[in-house]
């Protein structure tokens, strides 16, 4: 999911990598970043059994919340490409300053 809250952005999304990498190496490639200059950043591993079958292998899940600016979908994207990682799901949405989802 991707919120948009004032000024500021909450970007949650699921991935599939097929080399596992390291939860810490993600991380840090993520907060390297300028984009993401003070934002707070959870990488996880996703420990949930998929309810629809193996077509997707969830990795890990990824929740980024900090000041919103043009491209940051975007150069978060080009990390999990850097990985080779799929994004098996992502939704959009915008919410009202102050709501949380």
Same mark, same amino acid.
């Given at each position: 999911? !991707?919120?948009?809250?004032? $000024?500021?952005?909450? !970007? $949650?999304? /699921? /991935?599939?990598? #097929?080399? #596992?990498?390291? *939860? +810490? +190496?993600?991380?840090?490639? @993520?907060?390297?970043? #300028?984009? @993401? =200059?003070?934002?707070?950043? $959870?990488?996880?591993? !996703?420990?949930?059994?998929?309810?629809?079958? #193996? &077509?997707?292998?969830? $990795?890990?899940? *990824? /929740? *980024?919340?900090?000041?919103?600016?043009?491209?940051?979908?975007?150069?978060? &994207?080009?990390? !999990?490409?850097?990985?080779?990682?799929?994004? /098996?799901?992502?939704?959009? =949405?915008?919410?009202?300053?102050?709501?949380? &989802?």
């Amino acid at each position: 999911a !991707f919120a948009v809250l004032g $000024t500021g952005a909450e !970007f $949650t999304v /699921v /991935v599939e990598e #097929p080399v #596992p990498a390291a *939860i +810490e +190496e993600i991380d840090q490639h @993520l907060r390297e970043l #300028p984009e @993401l =200059e003070g934002a707070e950043i $959870t990488v996880e591993e !996703f420990d949930i059994e998929p309810v629809h079958g #193996p &077509s997707a292998q969830i $990795t890990h899940r *990824i /929740v *980024i919340r900090g000041q919103d600016q043009p491209g940051l979908i975007a150069r978060v &994207s080009e990390v !999990f490409g850097d990985y080779g990682a799929n994004i /098996v799901r992502m939704n959009a =949405e915008r919410q009202l300053e102050g709501k949380h &989802s």
